[in-house]
């Protein structure tokens, strides 16, 4: 989308300016006095000049550009939260799993330890 917005801008800056606003006669510019007073710094500088033409093109690019930034850090937030419950998830699990292991340890050694004490008293 931008670089066909910017390759029509470029066709466009050979032009007369008051055809770069993709409508009618000056839309680009309030009048034709406004285009007139500048016009020869519009026809050597790039910039300014981009930024008057294709007014409604250039808003719809900006539009759309702002909703996918808006979508991008929707996701990436979701993609932190998500990942921030799964890390508090994982993190108990794990906790849960040690205490089990040492609770069963515990008990095996303790099993060893009297079945060890019990051969040795006999």
Known sequence: MEKSLIDKK???????????????????????????ELKD???????????????????EYELKREELCFLTNQCLGEVQRIS??????LRSHFKE????????INTVSYFIVSSLESCNVG
């Open 97 to 104: 799993m040690s205490e089990n292991m040492c609770t069963h």
């Open 10 to 36: 470029e066709k466009l800056f050979k032009t007369d300016p008051s055809k770069w606003g993709g409508g009618g006669n000056f839309s680009c510019f309030r009048d034709e006095a406004e285009m007139n």
């Open 84 to 89: 921030g419950d799964n890390g508090r998830i």
């Open 41 to 59: 710094r519009l026809m050597v500088d790039k910039a300014l000049a981009f930024s008057y033409m294709l007014p409604k093109e250039t808003a």
